[in-house]
């Protein structure tokens, strides 16, 4: 497991943090938890010499006695010297599980509980997407990031820049994809897609009313949309 817990920390008007939150970073496989059950269409490969069937895991984000108004924060750092080059595709996209046993964060049609990846140079210059959780692998969980829509986010920054702490966002939401739930993509600082040197990955108490124990899963994050022209992801 390469992801390395940072922390829980307050929102704006949050309280501060109690010693009896938790947060952990996990992985669940098919490989030592013969209950786990891998996202739909996604196949637990065999091994053709061995005739046995390969490992198919996700990340844990498990998190106990999360308040209202905190988040969660996992981090992993992917090469400081080679950083990933994302305008070379179009799609970020990742499977997401909320907790079906400890379900209070979700009603039919809403959520309490958000998700968000975060990737770009450091903490404080990132590109984000956020999206509120269900239970299972509904499909208004999955990530599915346009890299070249969110990198349109700096058309939107001042002649004078940004402030330290100021986030640029914008509300997406397509039918074609997710069920039509909404999403949010958000910029912090001056990050680039073709200086990709850490993630980010968390969640974060929305509600105003009791605090959260559950966990979430994470799986299949990958690239997708091969491009020959990076254009204005830059």
């Not at 669940?28 to 065999?46: A, E, F, L, Q």
């Not at 005739?51 to 844990?60: A, D, G, H, K």
């Not at 799609?91 to 400890?102: N, S």
Request: proline content about 6%.
């Amino acid at each position: 497991n390469e992801w390395q817990v940072v922390g829980i920390q307050p929102l704006e008007g949050g309280a501060p943090v109690r010693e009896e939150e938790a947060f952990d970073v996990q992985v669940i496989g098919s490989d030592v938890n013969r209950d786990y059950k891998p996202p739909p269409g996604v196949k637990i490969r065999r091994n053709l010499q061995s005739r046995t069937r390969e490992r198919e895991q996700s990340l844990v984000l498990n998190y106990s006695n999360l308040e209202p108004l905190h988040e969660a924060v996992s981090t992993r750092v992917l090469s400081l010297t080679r950083p990933a080059n994302y305008t070379k595709y179009t799609r970020l996209r990742m499977y997401v599980h909320g907790d079906e046993e400890q379900t209070e964060y979700a009603g039919p049609d809403s959520s309490e509980l958000e998700l968000f990846l975060r990737f770009g140079v450091d903490s404080t210059n990132y590109y984000e997407y956020a999206t509120r959780v269900f239970p299972g692998w509904d499909r208004r969980n999955e990530v599915e990031i346009d890299l070249v829509e969110m990198a349109r986010l700096k058309l939107k920054v001042p002649a004078e820049g940004l402030r330290r702490d100021q986030v640029l966002d914008t509300l997406i939401a397509d039918g074609a994809v997710r069920d039509g739930a909404p999403a949010w993509y958000r910029m912090r600082g001056s990050p680039s897609m073709q200086q990709v040197k850490q993630l980010s990955l968390g969640v974060r108490h929305q509600g105003r009313r009791r605090p959260f124990s559950c966990r979430v899963f994470a799986d299949e994050m990958r690239l997708d949309g091969a491009r020959n022209d990076p254009g204005l992801a830059a």
